[in-house]
């Protein structure tokens, strides 16, 4: 039999989504389960978007540019605008969801064994992409014990080395809810053109702030050239189903060395882009709407969590993630032992263990990610169902 | 300015795609161009599909299993039935267009600097996912003189190194019209079992056959383990922009680390899910239109190249191409000289020069690849201005 490739055997498997096969047979058992391992908000997508999908009849559903659609590129640029973008349809190109967006940027602008600077936690597929490019992640850490705060431009400093191309960060940041200021983008942005790096900066939560501003890397200025964004409707519209995104840069070569990868692929799926139209279309209430619903959650979850002993956590700025550090040795186990041991009237939960969010894996041992994607009353039964299990597990 | 990753300067641009900003022009001006380039069918998408569609409302457009829908990865293990599959929905896994099966096809089975074996001409965008995956193409040449029938035994076994991981196939193939017959793949499955290689056929084709009768990989005995099929919705229900693809095969190590690569990226897309779903459920009756419909444009084609002087051509057994050899040093410029120059009642055409098909640019270069995706009607017309075209190219 030939052997499937090293590469392929090295390639970590998705830590969210290796705790799946309990949480089935749990289901299979008749065990609800209260997810909160998951960025999948449970706000409905754009009733207008899916209404004018469905009347949409195009007869035969053919290839579009590989650019994506252009009305759906200019709707993107005008949207940025918001933000002070300062774009035109040609610095947006579609992408099939967030994560080609990151895998088209790692390919155009890393080679094998480029270095890419990310603070930690993060968004763990990050590690996924950069090994199917063949790019070094150098992690910088950031910790629980300062609510995760961007480190400092010195650190920074320090381990940048002549392999290193890029600094890539998540503002908001999943998995940590933490939101950088203009004051932090704009020295980090001295710091990429002192060393003429790439700024690689995914902005998919950057309409769910709750605390301070959210400054896109776009306005900042003169360093245009340095900058790619990474978007997506997923997390804004609740359409995550859709895989539509989208890279944004000004930098001509970057675009052009990305509209190679983007033909290989020939174009971006032509419903999702058809619903991300009509979601850009008109949706300021619903956008309003939703971030008024993640920030009362915010507050419940942030309550009840302080309220629990042994649990350090803080109230994030932004985003619908949060880390909590819990007074267990293993993090991974609790929430394996939670799916398959701990019930509480027929339910249990279900959380991402941090651990791998984090690069430098013996960090992060005892601390969860919890995502605040359920109504208020499911979240409080949730986290009342962490504080009882927590003591049960102490017992055990 | 940080520079871009010296791969993104090396990979090709589509060769395809190369001559749009001239195609783009001259409809600016005004002029109407039959488009015979590109595998974009004029069939509709099945109506019953895109209706199935429309009414299904989902409230939330989610995530989806990595895997695809469980539904549709039983769709496709049935289908796939009357090709003597002998599949379960365990061995589908539903990507984002044959596309993407290729690309982690060739990040789960070979590494960097792996060899793969393919005969050429082939599909152009190989060479893409090549070089994005850092495998390195052998390429096995077929001719026009002998109907680009498949190379020898022999001819493999003389370029199969310690190298080699892959024999890479299009069957039926793109972009020649060629089907390999039961025969040749059997000799072929002996010899991928002799060097223990793998067997990857690109079967998107598989409907349209008109001569001779279309064998799968998937049916032949004793090398499932060797075997991965690469399939899609696009061309046999006519729906390249939904984006919906499959990589098949029973090979553990396999499936264990393509699920890998698919969970990085999350899920295919939600709604062209849903019409592959609604495509799969009852298309006999459309699938054997369509195939009356690309037989008669085969003879109305190769009826017509026959009788233009200093033209090659054959008749192609399948698929919905056919490589013309044409009395011209450099196709390329040919076509480029359609597209800016020649016009017959305000019209021109596009065709893509077969060049680009080859691994070896030394080839392929005074030929055409033309693809039947125009009704008899406009292939008539579009066929007599390639011959008038001819002749007033000679005299310029």
Chains 1, 2 share one sequence.
């Not at 619903?275 to 971030?291: K, N, P, V």
């Amino acid at each position: 039999m030939p052997t499937t490739s090293n590469r392929g055997m090295q390639i970590g498997a998705s830590p969210i989504r290796s705790l799946l096969p309990y949480a089935r047979q749990a289901k299979n058992d008749g065990v609800h389960i209260y997810h909160l391992n998951i960025g999948q908000p449970d706000i409905e997508t754009p009733l207008a978007a899916r209404r004018y999908l469905a009347a949409d009849d195009e007869p035969i559903i053919g290839y579009g540019p590989s650019e994506g659609l252009p009305e759906l590129r200019t709707a993107i640029a005008d949207y940025y605008q918001k933000f002070d973008g300062g774009l035109t349809s040609e610095d947006v190109l579609v992408t099939t969801g967030a994560s080609e967006a990151i895998l088209f940027t790692m390919m155009s602008c890393l080679d094998h064994g480029s270095q890419v600077i990310i603070p930690e936690p993060f968004y763990a597929n990050y590690i996924g992409f950069s090994a199917m490019s063949g790019v070094d992640i150098v992690p910088i850490t950031s910790t629980i014990d300062t609510q995760f705060t961007l480190p400092t431009i010195e650190e920074f400093e320090q381990i940048i080395t002549d392999k290193t191309k890029a600094i890539f960060l998540c503002n908001p940041g999943n998995p940590t809810g933490q939101l950088y200021d203009k004051a932090q983008l704009q020295a980090l942005s001295d710091l990429v053109k002192k060393y003429d790096l790439f700024l690689i900066v995914d902005e998919v939560y950057k309409e769910f702030v709750y605390d301070g501003e959210f400054t896109s890397v776009l306005s900042l200025p003169q360093i245009e050239d340095h900058v790619i964004v990474i978007d997506s409707i997923s997390k804004v519209f609740s359409a995550c189903g859709a895989r539509v995104g989208c890279l944004i840069t000004k930098n001509a070569a970057v675009k052009s060395s990305v509209l190679k990868y983007a033909q290989l692929r020939l174009c971006p799926p032509f419903h999702g882009q058809k619903l991300a139209l009509a979601c850009y279309a008109g949706t300021d209430h619903y956008i309003q709407s939703a971030i008024q619903t993640y920030q009362k959650r915010r507050e419940i979850l942030f309550n009840a969590l302080s309220e629990i002993e042994g649990v350090t956590c803080y109230k994030p700025k932004a985003a619908f993630y949060n880390i909590a550090a819990l007074p267990v040795d293993d993090a991974e186990d609790f929430c394996r032992w939670l799916l398959t041991d701990f019930r509480v009237n027929k339910s249990t939960l279900m959380l991402a263990p941090a651990n791998g969010f984090y690069f430098n894996k013996s960090l992060g041992k005892s601390e969860v990610r919890i995502a605040y994607i359920l109504n208020k009353e499911d979240l409080t039964i949730a986290i009342d169902i962490l504080s009882k299990a927590l003591i049960a597990y102490k017992e055990k």
